[in-house]
């Protein structure tokens, strides 16, 4: 996979972070700045290069993926009440401009897991990437600030 193909799928992918629902703890305790540990898209890991330049911030139902300078805003709403715990991202700003992406993820301490389906179809059911689908399946830490 050539480099432009690998920073254009970590924005799309990363880019489908998250308008605000959660009952729970979640709305709180995932705000902050995440630097992607581990990602996949459709079974193939991302390179390392690739994940450093990645950063995500969520604040109040709002998310900003970077990709180097490059920027992608937009919203995201959560769901702690399914399982597993279920989230839609819409991007209003950037290339997912107009899109909107299901996704499910799992917080624990500072470690936020989410598995999105980039097709924009159908809500993922587990966190798996799988080759010939668009599954994006990556593993957040919280950044030292």
Known sequence: M?????????????LQAFAFVAPHDDAQAVQGLWKPATAELAGQPMADAVLKMISLRLVNGEYEVRVGDAPDKGTYALDSGTDPRSMTVTGTEGPNRGRTFPAIYELKGDTLR?????????????????AGTKLYLVTYVRAKQ
Not at 124 to 130: A, G, L, N
């Open 2 to 14: 050539n480099h432009s193909l690998s920073l254009y799928l970590a924005v799309g992918a990363s």
């Open 114 to 130: 989410i598995c999105y389906d980039l097709s924009g179809e159908k809500r993922p059911t587990e966190f798996r990437s799988v």
